[in-house]
């Protein structure tokens, strides 16, 4: 079955030190992967986006991450937190199950992100 | 245009009651799909469509639940005779489509549903 894990419920960083988030996937043949956030009272916000390439991927508001296919993982990091970081973060992966080229998405739990000053 | 609206933001009714819900996708996106999102969960989707036909369906979607897009914009998502457990977040998306291309989707701010 398709799945996505995110193994830590919350993640507590002070600001200026470089955070990551962790996201592993399982998907039958090759994932395509995204990352988002949501702040309270507010829908969620598109990160950034794994396809093919390149391992390391850039996306909005200076996060990064990184695609290792060996370990199965997406890993979001930022090299220096900012509070106003603080959030809900998402990954996600699209579902391969469905047909099409544009298939829904399966989210993980999401993980805390709490940037104390 | 800026984004995907959703309407209303929060809905209280009593169970048994029938509740429908209103998204409007970003103009030039042809997929819109409506997911569901419950306290501590990550979202689940329920269903999607491409301009004004539904192409796929959850097994989260029951009999009581329908959706709509009748002319290829806005989307309405109805639940009949709601149930407590419906309560949740309702959230809606869209994304652009292209051969072989793989797009983001853009999320609405939600629904809250309670249903007491």
């Known amino acids: 079955a398709q799945s996505v894990a995110q193994p830590e419920d919350q993640v507590n960083v002070a600001e200026g030190n470089p955070l990551t988030v962790k996201c592993t996937y399982s998907?039958?043949?090759?994932?395509?992967l995204f990352w988002y956030v949501q702040y309270p009272n507010r829908g969620l916000q598109f990160l950034l986006k794994y396809i093919t390439g390149d391992n390391l991927v850039k996306g909005s508001y200076g996060f990064e991450a990184e695609f290792n296919k060996s370990q199965t993982s997406f890993h979001l990091k930022k090299p220096s937190a900012l509070v106003s970081d603080s959030a809900l973060y998402f990954c996600?992966?699209?579902?391969?199950?469905?047909?099409?080229?544009?298939?829904?998405?399966?989210f993980g739990k999401g993980t805390k992100l709490s940037v104390k000053p | 245009d800026t984004g995907v609206s959703q309407d209303p933001r929060h809905k209280i009714t009593k169970r048994g009651q029938n509740v429908t819900f209103r998204c409007d996708p970003i103009s030039e996106h042809n997929r819109l799909y409506w997911y569901r999102q419950t306290l501590g969960q990550g979202p689940e989707f329920l269903t999607y469509?491409?301009?004004?036909?539904?192409?796929?369906k959850s097994r989260l979607l029951s009999d009581r639940f329908s959706a709509e897009r009748p002319k290829g914009s806005f989307s309405t998502l109805e639940i009949q005779r709601t149930e407590q457990g419906d309560s949740a977040m309702y959230l809606c998306?869209?994304?652009?489509?292209?051969?072989?291309?793989?797009?983001?989707?853009?999320f609405g701010p939600g629904t809250r549903l309670t249903v007491t």
């Open positions: 469509f491409q301009n004004e036909a539904q192409l796929e």
């Open positions: 996600a992966v699209r579902d391969m199950n469905y047909g099409g080229s544009q298939g829904n998405l399966i």
């Open positions: 998306a869209s994304s652009d489509t292209g051969t072989g291309l793989i797009y983001e989707q853009y």
């Open positions: 998907v039958s043949g090759n994932p395509y």
